[in-house]
């Protein structure tokens, strides 16, 4: 097994400068929107992290050409080959849902393995299938897979039970090709989906009130190529100031989006934490030697992020009285 092993000294404070990556939570969504066109997609600032690398081999599996260098990546889906996402691939990695829409939408069919469970608690994929049945697809759901198949998506008016990333932006690329107009109410808003969006206006697709809870999307055609540029990841970041003030260092945080990170630098400073923006893309975060206890509930963005929990439940172990921690999005996020 695999082991980080890290050696401290007298002198716990952590600083120095770091780099954020590209949303991992980011990339994943954009390279499955490449299918969705038979011209090249070009992506930079991606995070060289294995979720990657697999999404990248199913692709390979459904007729992408791809190509990295250093944190560029080049793709192209000239031709789909295949409709099916395997139990392998899918149960590794359960973003691979993902190709479900973009599959629907271009090529007509899809089979797509079930993703199963998940260490950090139930993610249900009804929404999904709820969702492009109600464009027009024809679903099953036959010996683990999702069986989807549809000659036209048509566009309709689609309000999610709940919140839900990934089933927002499924539903989003399938009605960025279906015909007709697609209004989806009640969408996530996470900095992720947003930048999902642009991706695709920047193909050709037509989505009007991008960043709110209803989006309007009027199908067109067909998209085209383009060049993005991947966002920060805001939970790196995050993680870098909750490291800089549990060590009570100072760490200065290079090409990030303190406007995505508002209500984590929010609670940081509640408890005595001090933040500074430096410019548009740089924040310093300083620790403190009294932390002052807070409660802390998780929400949808822009509320407190679950995937923030963990490492603030830490960091309030070291604050001076007692805090709760609520966990809403996950029924298994106290694991750790």
Known sequence: MEKIILYGNN????????????????????????????????????PLVTDVHTMLTLMKELGAESNIRKNSLSLQVKKIISDEASYQLVTSMRASILVLGPLLARYGKALVSLPGGCAIGSRPTDLHIHGLEKLGASIQLKHGYINAEAKQLKGTEIEFEKKSVGG??????????????TILKNCAVEPEVVDLCKLLVKMGAKIEDIGSETLVIKGVKELGGTTHEIIPDRIEAGTFLIAGALTKGSI?????????LTTVIERLRYSGVKIKKLNSHSIQVTGTNKLKPQDITTSPYPGFPTDMQAQFSVLMTQAEGISIISETIFDRRFAH
């Open 252 to 260: 200065v945080l290079t090409r990030t989006k303190p406007e995505d």
């Open 11 to 46: 002198n716990p404070e952590l600083k120095g400068k770091v780099k954020i990556s590209g949303a991992k939570n980011a990339v994943l969504p954009a390279i499955a929107a490449a299918l969705l066109t038979k011209e090249k997609i070009r992506l930079k600032n991606i």
């Open 168 to 181: 927002t932006e499924n539903l989003i690329m399938a009605a960025s090709l279906a015909k007709g107009e």
